[in-house]
């Protein structure tokens, strides 16, 4: 993800805007944050709570803290030469940050998906290691220069303020990679809800030409072959099983695939069943899809039924058992309500939607099964008999 020109690691990346409150110099009661590259996607930044920032008394405020923390994860843009804002940040204050104290800031980016870019970052006060103040994880949204021309004061610049030198001062915004006379066409409207779109603010792109999203990976087995797409286009890499097995009718297994992954925050990884070795041999994953958590790093384990009722299947070492899908997945919260909104559909469940025999209770007494019935509820139902037409 990191620009082949961004800025090398341990270099100081500067105020993009003289009286920008977080970095700039011009501001006297201003943060005067200074950040420094990282590797990869990452920085390091300070700033020192100055009485100024006072929030209760001999605390630094809030607020304060978390413009520290917008600033220093907007710092990340320039790492990714591109034009960003803040669509969420959602700050967490853990301990007390005193006057006079210095902050010590970490930040990351953990994904980019289209236009979103996520980011995680971490204060602390005592030293870099030392104990965690605040912490947040946030959102921003890709934008155009034409954003903030649209949206800002005529000439650009919100105070009305001059730089030294020749000609009117313009801030320059974090990550920009050229002139604003270089962009004439709209921004258009932004929000952080909007779905991701592969329009980088420089450049219209088709979907395939989109950047893969980074996932790293560990051998378990240091043999095995890692994940791979058979074809162009395809959803799920194919995972292996590092041991060979024999499943008998109904019998079941977990199938080591040697491989354990990091996902970034904000995804996760789904393991589906194959098409083929359903069709072929009745070979049905038990809880598919298989979720894998970002924070996991165990092993990738299948867990495979053979649900044919007569012939057994066997796996030998590095055959293909299934396939890994990753997906940007959304964190929500749960807002407790004393009554839902009404919909259309409202209770309805379970067939309630019709289209077959079975679930229009037209089929004998199948039908019930949706309902709790004699053939449903919680009673296992045999797909051997189900198979067989019983």
């Known amino acids: 993800m990191r620009h082949p020109d961004a800025p090398a690691p341990g270099e100081l990346l500067g105020a993009h805007y003289g009286q920008c409150f977080g970095c700039g110099g011009d501001q006297p009661h201003g943060l005067h944050l200074e950040a420094r590259a990282g590797e990869g996607v990452s920085l390091t930044a300070e700033f020192t709570v100055q009485p100024a920032h006072q929030g209760a008394p001999g605390l630094a405020h809030g607020g304060v803290l978390a413009s520290a923390l ?190 354990s992954v990091a996902l970034p925050e904000g995804y996760a990884a789904f393991v589906h069943p194959r098409s083929g070795l359903a069709a072929r041999c009745g070979v049905a994953l038990v809880n598919a899809p298989g979720t894998v958590d970002a924070g996991y790093r165990g092993e990738i384990k299948v867990i495979v039924v053979n649900l044919d009722p007569r012939e057994a299947v066997r796996f030998e070492r590095f055959d293909r058992i299934a396939q890994l899908v990753v997906q940007q997945v959304e964190k929500v919260r ?25 679930v229009d209770g037209t089929s004998g007494t199948s039908g019930q099964a949706a309902l709790g019935g004699r053939t449903g509820g919680n009673r296992y139902a045999s797909v051997v008999s189900d198979r067989e037409g019983q």
């Open 334 to 358: 749960f807002q407790e309500v004393a009554k839902l909104p009404d919909s259309t559909r409202a209770e309805g469940g379970f067939g309630s939607t019709g289209g077959h025999a079975a």
């Open 70 to 259: 917008d600033e220093a994860l907007g710092s990340l843009n320039w790492l990714l030469r591109t034009i960003a804002v803040t669509g969420r940040l959602e700050t967490d204050f853990v301990g007390p940050v005193p006057v006079g104290t210095t902050l010590h800031l970490q930040a990351e980016v953990t994904a980019v998906a289209g236009r979103k870019i996520y980011s995680t970052a971490t204060g602390r006060v005592g030293g870099p290691d030392g104990p965690v103040a605040v912490r947040a994880d946030a959102l921003f949204v890709e934008v155009k220069v034409d954003h903030f021309v649209d949206h800002g004061p005529p000439g650009g610049d919100p105070g009305g303020h001059e730089r030294p030198g020749p000609g009117p001062a313009r801030p320059c915004l974090r990550g920009e990679p050229v002139s604003l006379e270089s962009h004439v066409s709209p921004a258009g409207p932004v929000s952080p809800t909007d779905p991701p779109s592969t329009e980088s603010p420089m450049t219209h792109t088709s979907p395939a030409s989109r950047q893969p999203v980074d996932v790293l990976i560990r051998r378990v087995d240091p043999e095995v072959p890692l994940p791979s797409y058979a074809q162009p286009g395809d959803a799920g890499a194919d995972l292996r099983t590092t041991e060979a097995c024999q499943l008998e009718p109904g019998e079941r297994a977990v199938l080591p695939t040697g491989v």
